[in-house]
């Protein structure tokens, strides 16, 4: 706690500090295919009031908007540019963003044109922690890793994370920065919340044991924990404007960050609404409150990446980390309400193992 505003914690096993809440710039810049998002004035309104909050930590992609969200950050940074050290600006990277061969993916090719254009559309010269916005198949991630280090050894970048990995690229990840006598990666952005739980089977035991920190990314689900969408929602009642109403208004618009109604309108996230709902009651907060502090109860949560289209949002998602706890029973009640099946062999591994931590070994 930290009188009215944002504390801080370490981002995994690094030595920066970040705010509990990361503020994530997806929904910045004006989009042409419907969705409504926020103008250059709005978003420069929202990250005003973040840091007013306590926020220093600030989450963007070059795909977001085709580089646009970078672009308008960039511009706030530079109003206040001699705050800059103030902030931790995390910036993600190998979607295509050119249509040669090498514009897109996690080449040293790639990874060299692309901090260059971040760092000139963010208007800095380094980027706090730099992120591989998912595992790439056609690339070596032998030759990932050494040119990352060396953006890092280069002065572009401080620290360098992942998303959207599994298990395995996760700890060979770690293996390689060991073996080589690279800066470890400190992060790993993946979705999380309590729609999506199936990273915690196996990637977060690699980042609970290599101290790479969890960055929760969709922690509302896209809205659908926010506590608008409730038992008599129907699909024709939703908000077009919402990112629910657009993904579930026209076939093939939704996708893990914008589900649709049908995606997961049954019961058993009508039980779990249910229980938010009760649980926030007896605290005075909100659905969307509880869904977010649900996250920062987990241990390997570093910071929450929220999203946000207007200041009550902010506001609201950022009390979910200031004043108040969770009970253990009621973060028990909602690990129950969201269990998912586990795959074998994880299931079988985890139940035989349920007892066997090495601490609780009398
Ligand atoms: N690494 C990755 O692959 C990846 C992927 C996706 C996102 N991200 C990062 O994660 C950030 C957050 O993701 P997300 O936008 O999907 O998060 P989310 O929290 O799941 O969804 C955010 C949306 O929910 C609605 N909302 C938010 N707060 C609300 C509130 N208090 N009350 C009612 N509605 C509320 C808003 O949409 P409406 O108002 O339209 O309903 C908002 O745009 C992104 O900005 C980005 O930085 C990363």
Not at 97 to 110: F, K, T, V, W
Not at 209 to 232: A, D, F
Not at 289 to 301: G, T
Not at 312 to 333: F, P, R
Request: aromatic letters at 8%; charged letters at 25%; hydrophobic letters at 35%.
């Amino acid at each position: 706690m930290n009188g009215g505003k944002l504390s801080y914690r370490f981002l995994g096993g690094s030595g920066l500090k970040v705010s509990e809440i990361c503020l994530g710039t997806m929904t910045f810049g004006e989009r042409k295919d419907g969705l409504v998002q926020c103008s250059e004035n709005e978003s420069h309104a929202i990250l005003d009031k973040f840091v007013e909050m306590g926020g220093n930590f600030i989450d963007t992609a070059d795909i977001y908007c085709n580089g646009l969200s970078e672009e308008i950050l960039g511009n706030w940074l530079k109003k206040n540019s001699q705050k800059r050290e103030r902030y931790v600006i995390a910036t993600k990277l190998r979607s295509p963003m050119s249509d040669h061969a090498n514009g897109c993916g996690l080449s040293r090719s790639h990874i060299m044109q692309a901090v260059d254009d971040s760092l000139r559309r963010l208007r800095t010269s380094y980027i706090d922690l730099y992120q591989i916005h998912c595992w790439d198949d056609g690339v070596p991630i032998e030759e990932t890793v050494s040119a990352m280090n060396d953006l890092v050894r280069m002065g572009k970048v401080r620290y360098v994370g992942a998303s959207n990995v599994l298990g395995w690229q996760m700890q060979k990840i770690v293996e390689l920065c060991r073996q080589k006598g690279y800066q470890p990666w400190v992060s790993l952005q993946q979705q999380y919340n309590l729609l999506c739980r199936q990273s915690e089977f196996e990637v977060f035991d690699v980042c609970q044991n290599e101290g790479v920190g969890v960055l929760p990314w969709s922690p509302l689900k896209g809205g659908w924990l926010s506590g608008k969408i409730r038992r008599e929602t129907t699909s024709s009642s939703l908000d077009p404007k919402s990112r629910i109403g657009w993904a579930s208004e026209a076939a093939g618009r939704a996708n893990q960050a914008a589900p649709s109604y049908d995606q997961f309108a049954n019961e058993k996230t009508w039980k779990l609404l249910d229980l938010m709902e009760s649980i926030g009651q007896k605290h005075g907060k909100s659905v969307a409150q509880v869904a977010l502090r649900w996250l920062l109860e987990k241990n390997v949560v570093s910071s929450v990446v929220i999203g946000v289209k207007t200041l009550k949002q902010l506001e609201e998602n950022c009390g979910a980390a200031i004043g108040w706890k969770m009970t253990a029973d009621e973060v028990s009640a909602l690990d129950e309400a969201s269990e998912y099946d586990v795959p074998y062999p994880y299931e079988m591994v985890r139940r035989l193992n349920k007892d066997r931590k090495r601490n609780k070994i009398a």
